[in-house]
């Protein structure tokens, strides 16, 4: 969440992605759902190919039985410059009268070239078929190209939105992966305390968990299961507050927690630095989260639920140094999250 509002506070971000949000707005849902553009009134010229032809063989058929030279004329014109295209047609088409075909077109002053003739029903030999003419001569919208100019958007769009939010991230990208892979690492190799040997009961489960500068998404979280298998909860460290302005983000301090499945509420403390620590104003905002604790090497924080009780050990710590100030944020922590069933 707070990376989405990170980039939502760049302008740039921000006005891509409100073009793209006025993009699906306007086009799918306004342009082509709600609101769509409807053609009216308009003349036989934007009529398909083959409609185009099927209106004038009407116009010369009406012309054969009523020879209306104004309306013949009126009638043609409506073709605008497709007319003489559609006459063509007509005029190949066996079963149209060939003498109203020639009539016709003296009348508009279009040469066409008559009709073979044919027995009925039969088309001429060589006689053209009439072809249909593909949708895109419709002049309604044209529902495919509206979509086609959508997509490429889209893709020059998200174009623009790799470039940005990965490519021009890669260095920063890179450390991040870096410091993660580190701190997996260290995580894996770090020893774990043997408590059977100190006197103790062995924990039903034990975890490490490193952060390093650099992991700006850190948040490590376990699932605690009883020797059986059965659930009894979880427990994890996050990145509760950072200091500074810039990247790496300059982490001041983090939350452990204790989720119980069979206790009402997840118990939380906030493992702070020394500055956040001693920050009267910020300790109390972060006490908000949970009971604040410094956190010091070696240092042992108690979390109690209903049902389980969760030690986490500062198995390592260093601070960063930099111009926020000395012990305000750190380099490196490890802790060791070692989880009990209580006892009755």
Known sequence: MEKIRELLGKPLITAVLGFV???????????????PVKWVDASAEHLRADLRADYLRMAVESFG?????????????????????ALTQVAADPTMNSK????????????????APAEQGTPAAGAPAVPAAPAAESGGPNFAL????????????????????????????????????????????????????EGQEAPIAQFMTTYMLGDDLYDDSFSIDSPSGEFLGEC?????????????????????WLFDKNDIQTVTK?????????????????????????????????????????????ADMSYGQGPVGDSAFFDRVTLELAIWPKAG
């Open 21 to 35: 949000l006025g993009l699906i707005i306007g086009l799918p849902i306004l342009g082509w759902g709600l609101w």
């Open 65 to 85: 039985q009523r020879p209306d030279e104004a309306l013949a004329i009126q009638r043609f014109k409506e073709l605008g410059a497709k007319g003489s295209e």
């Open 100 to 115: 109203t075909v020639q009539e016709f077109s003296r009348l508009v002053q279009v040469d066409v070239a008559p009709a």
């Open 146 to 197: 509206l979509l086609g100019i959508f997509c490429v958007l889209t893709l020059v769009i998200g174009a623009i939105l790799l470039y940005f939010l990965v490519l021009r991230k890669r260095s920063g990208g890179g450390v991040l992966n870096q410091a993660s892979r580190q701190a997996h690492e260290a995580s894996r190799t770090a020893t774990r305390t043997d408590f059977e040997a």
């Open 236 to 256: 994890g460290v996050g990145i509760s507050e950072t200091v500074g302005v810039g990247d790496p983000k300059k982490v001041t301090a983090f939350e452990v």
């Open 270 to 314: 906030v493992l702070m630095s020394r500055h956040a620590f001693e920050d009267l104003a910020l300790n109390q905002r972060l006490a908000s989260k949970g009971e604040p604790v410094l956190l010091e090497p070696k240092k042992r924080i108690l979390l109690e639920t209903k049902t389980l009780q969760l030690e986490a050990r500062i």
